[in-house]
């Protein structure tokens, strides 16, 4: 059975820091618990306790919480009121859609002087004639039975009939306890009835009949076996049978439906299992030791080759927000490999690189897996090419230069880099050409200072 966890309340504390120890509220509804336990421990300071639409059978380790002002134990498997004396600050209680049929266990409640509101709607108890009466007679301190206000007068009236009320409710209790207990008896027998038939099916499958068969279907059909244990056709047959047969209302069923849902969901989750263990891991090296490419999460990728710093660069586009812990990058001589959420992504390189040279980083702006990876012949290369293109060719270089030297000089007088004309020069040789020099000519050089 489940029960309460510290891991889970301290999950469901998020809005206390995690912090379990001055917890005033907390919400543990549907989480599947078949026992209350620890909070009285765990958590003294409680206020509020939501519980409900689980499977607890009864209210129990609760006691010690003085501080508790609201306990919400809608929809579970309650059949009895009991262990709440020590909620000394108790003010409401919802047990709405139990299977509270002992009515007279709400007597425990005399002692929670501060309760105001009680919800028993959905108990088998409230179709017991004079269910109301028999409340409202009992808890003095009641100001709201079931959403409904509880006037003066309807008080005054239930404590004058109080002891027929208390009789007739005592017969119908007795009653009801004899029909649980045939019930109890029913669910017991219904159970064993499915475990044995389900024994037999499973021996049948098994092929228990027959030893041989049996040795032999291990030996060579263990995986088929196990596949053929749940087929869709007759999971559809038994899901009609198991809904479809007409059952009472009881903890008991509810429990069973409870079970049958998770036997039927583990089931499914051991199928899938089986089958991710079947599927053929993937080849990246074949026997022969070719390394081939590969790109299972179907990532697009790009590859550069930086001849300026002599490596090789590959930009794989990782999805923006996957956390970089899920990403495993290998780099060897020939090849790169990154297991992205352990899907391989490999490529072999064109050339060989240095591995312990080469470097990972991932974009901040789109998340992309950038890998450098230097050249294994990385300047020597460059240094050859440089010296012997020197050496070889000395001409070749002097002519280079001469026509930079060229191309600079074209630059400096190129009239198209100007954005106006050289008025003056086009005027000094104009008088140049047409009088002659301009220092024997005084009269010539006042007019045009003019």
């Not at 765990?42 to 519980?51: A, E, G, M, P, Q």
């Not at 080759?305 to 990058?329: C, F, G, K, W």
């Not at 998340?367 to 012997?388: N, R």
Request: net charge neutral.
């Amino acid at each position: 059975f489940l029960s309460v966890t510290e891991d889970l309340v301290r999950r469901r504390a998020e809005h206390n820091n995690c912090e379990i120890f001055s917890l005033e509220e907390i919400s543990l509804h549907q989480q599947e618990i078949e026992k209350l336990e620890y909070l009285d421990k765990w958590c003294r300071d409680l206020k509020i306790l939501y519980l409900q639409n689980n499977l607890i059978p009864k209210i129990e380790n609760v006691g010690k919480l003085k501080k508790l002002e609201y306990l919400n134990v809608a929809l579970n498997n309650i059949e009895r009121i009991e262990n709440l004396e020590g909620c000394e600050e108790l003010k409401k209680l919802d047990l709405t859609a139990n299977f509270i049929g002992e009515l007279s266990s709400i007597e425990a409640l005399k002692y929670n002087i501060h309760l105001k509101e009680l919800f028993l709607v959905g108990n088998p108890c409230t179709e017991f004639e004079g269910y109301r009466q028999f409340v409202v007679a009992t808890l003095h301190q009641l100001k709201c039975l079931d959403s409904k206000e509880i006037e003066r007068s309807e008080r005054i009236q239930a404590l004058q009939n109080y002891p027929e009320v208390k009789q007739k409710i005592r017969d119908q209790e007795q009653a009801y306890l004899l029909k649980r207990a045939r019930e109890k008896e029913e669910a017991q027998k219904r159970m064993q009835e499915r475990k044995d038939k389900k024994k037999t099916q499973m021996e049948s499958k098994l092929g228990f009949d027959s030893p041989d068969s049996l040795q032999s279907k291990e030996n060579h059909h263990a995986e088929d076996r196990e596949q053929e244990m749940w087929k869709p056709a007759e999971d559809e047959e038994e899901d009609r049978r198991f809904w479809e047969e007409p059952t009472p209302y009881t903890p008991e069923s509810r429990l069973e439906t409870h079970r049958y849902i998770e036997e039927k969901r583990r089931a499914k989750d051991n199928i899938r299992e089986s089958r991710k263990r079947e599927k053929p891991l993937q080849t990246l090296i074949t026997a022969e030791g070719k390394v081939l490419n590969v790109n299972v999460p179907k990532l697009h990728f790009f590859l550069k080759d930086d001849e300026e710093n002599n490596q090789i660069i590959l930009d794989l586009a990782v999805y923006r927000h996957l956390d970089t812990s899920l990403l495993d990058v290998d780099v060897q001589p020939t090849y790169i490999r990154v297991l992205v959420k352990g899907k391989p992504f490999q490529l072999v390189l064109p050339e060989e690189v240095k591995p312990d040279s080469s470097s990972a980083k991932r974009s901040q702006t789109t998340g992309h897996l950038v890998v450098s990876m230097p050249k294994a012949k990385e300047t020597i290369l460059t240094k050859q090419k440089v010296s012997t293109s020197i050496k070889d060719s000395d001409c070749n270089a002097l002519q280079k230069n001469a026509r930079r030297s060229r191309q600079v000089e074209k630059l400096e007088v190129d009239p198209s880099k100007y954005s106006f004309p050289d008025v003056t020069k086009i005027v000094q040789e104009k008088e140049r050409i047409g009088q002659g020099p301009i220092k024997l000519e005084p009269q010539k050089v006042t007019e045009t200072k003019k």
